[in-house]
């Protein structure tokens, strides 16, 4: 890497439009964490929670997105998440979805992907190791057992009935993470950004929790692996909310900026 921030006490960061940053030196050994959110896949044309005309806007996110709403009426939650599955059946990746994918290429094991979205882009772009914090659009779970989650892109989504499990009759129930849930493996997401020189968010509000506590953990504890603190670069179409925790925000569309972010040597 280049170079990285001494401490904890750190200037304001540099904001600006992406072009106006040079790419980011990276070596091969060095080890990545990249968390992307809402903004990588409204690229692609998928609508975001906050989209005035989204899907979310024809619903409480209560009614929808928590085990109480599934609990109260599971038909209009079935029928919601069939109208996501619908859109994202229409989608592609772009370029920064394919941009990740050749940096997966160049790292290995050096880089941890982990998305906050719940759709399939970062996989239909090349990516072959992805973590779905917040769980997968197109599988679906058991809301009592143990048993695994499934891909299951359009077969239950249009029952009139609730579906139950064969193995333990508890309800099936899309498989991705709602609020009040926690995020799907913490331990591994905590683990990387530990051990990580550069931290990367792409497109990412800044809003949703625990992700956007990742970055300021690393504003206070130095990789034990190196003892040095890493960089943490945003990149997206505004700031985000926190802003603060990164030595550089890079302004513009993902698909345009991270063709070209790294310089790998």
Same mark, same amino acid.
């Given at each position: 890497m280049?170079?990285y921030?001494?401490?904890?006490m750190?200037?304001?960061?540099?904001?600006?439009?992406?072009r106006?940053f040079?790419?980011?030196?990276? $070596?091969? &050994?060095?080890?990545v964490?990249?968390?992307?959110?809402?903004?990588?896949?409204?690229?692609s044309?998928?609508? &975001?929670?906050?989209?005035?005309?989204?899907?979310?806007?024809k619903h409480?996110?209560e009614?929808?997105?928590t085990?109480?709403?599934?609990?109260r009426?599971?038909r209009?939650?079935?029928?919601?998440?069939?109208?996501?599955?619908a859109?994202?059946a229409?989608?592609?990746?772009?370029?920064?979805?394919?941009?990740?994918?050749?940096?997966e290429e160049?790292?290995?094991?050096?880089?941890?992907?982990c998305?906050?979205?719940?759709?399939?882009l970062?996989?239909?772009?090349g990516?072959? $190791?992805?973590?779905?914090?917040?769980?997968?659009?197109?599988?679906?779970?058991?809301?009592?057992?143990?048993r695994?989650a499934?891909?299951?892109?359009r077969?239950?989504?249009?029952?009139?009935?609730?579906?139950?499990c064969?193995?333990?009759?508890?309800?099936?129930?899309?498989?991705v993470v709602?609020?009040?849930?926690?995020?799907?493996?913490?331990?591994?997401?905590?683990?990387?950004?530990?051990?990580?020189?550069l931290f990367? &968010?792409?497109?990412?509000?800044?809003?949703?929790?625990p992700?956007?506590?990742?970055?300021?953990?690393?504003r206070?504890?130095?990789?034990p692996?190196?003892?040095?603190y890493?960089?943490?670069?945003?990149?997206?179409l505004?700031?985000p909310e926190?802003?603060h925790s990164?030595?550089?925000?890079r302004l513009g569309k993902?698909?345009e900026l991270?063709?070209s972010?790294f310089?790998?040597?």
């Open positions: 280049a170079s921030h001494s401490g904890p750190i200037p304001i960061p540099r904001a600006g439009p992406g106006d040079a790419p980011l030196e990276l $070596r091969r &050994t060095d080890r964490f990249v968390l992307t959110g809402a903004g990588i896949s409204a690229e044309g998928v609508a &975001t929670f906050r989209d005035a005309n989204g899907l979310w806007e409480r996110v009614d929808v997105a085990p109480e709403g599934f609990a009426d599971p209009l939650v079935w029928r919601f998440y069939s109208e996501r599955r859109q994202i229409k989608v592609r990746p772009n370029p920064a979805h394919v941009a990740l994918a050749k940096l160049a790292l290995g094991d050096g880089l941890f992907l998305t906050q979205n719940v759709d399939p970062h996989e239909l772009g990516s072959r $190791r992805v973590h779905h914090m917040h769980g997968e659009l197109c599988k679906t779970r058991c809301e009592r057992c143990a695994p499934f891909d299951d892109a077969q239950y989504v249009d029952s009139e009935e609730p579906v139950r064969e193995l333990c009759g508890g309800r099936l129930r899309p498989a709602w609020f009040g849930e926690i995020p799907l493996g913490m331990d591994s997401i905590f683990a990387a950004v530990q051990d990580c020189d990367l &968010t792409v497109g990412s509000s800044g809003a949703v929790h992700a956007a506590a990742l970055v300021s953990h690393l206070n504890h130095p990789s692996r190196t003892g040095r890493a960089r943490t670069i945003y990149l997206g505004e700031r926190n802003a990164f030595d550089e925000c993902a698909g991270l063709p972010l310089a790998l040597r």
